[in-house]
């Protein structure tokens, strides 16, 4: 039977197009892709190879993580 596990991911739209999917539980999957569905396939693809690597080197594998959004306002610099 295959574990299974959802972890959150993060997409940024880009300044030159595409997105940039990060995964607040698992810091080394950073991705992109050129729309939002090939941003967060890719994510999954890297998630995927992630577990598999801490898998077999005996690292745990971490629950997903809870990210808290929050907007600031500051001054513009002139």
């Known amino acids: ?16 197009g ?4 990060l995964v607040p539980a698992l810091p080394e999957v950073v991705t992109e892709g050129e729309t939002e ?14 577990l598999a690597h801490r898998r077999e080197s005996g690292l745990p594998i971490p629950k997903d ?4 959004l929050h ?3 500051v ?3 002139e």
């Open 18 to 21: 595409g997105f940039t999917a």
């Open 37 to 50: 569905q090939e941003a967060l396939a890719m994510a999954q693809d890297a998630i995927a190879l992630v």
């Open 75 to 77: 001054a513009a610099a």
């Open 65 to 68: 993580a809870q990210p808290s």
């Open 71 to 73: 907007k600031v306002t």
């Open 1 to 16: 039977m295959t574990d299974s596990r959802s972890y959150t991911v993060i997409l940024e739209p880009q300044p030159g």
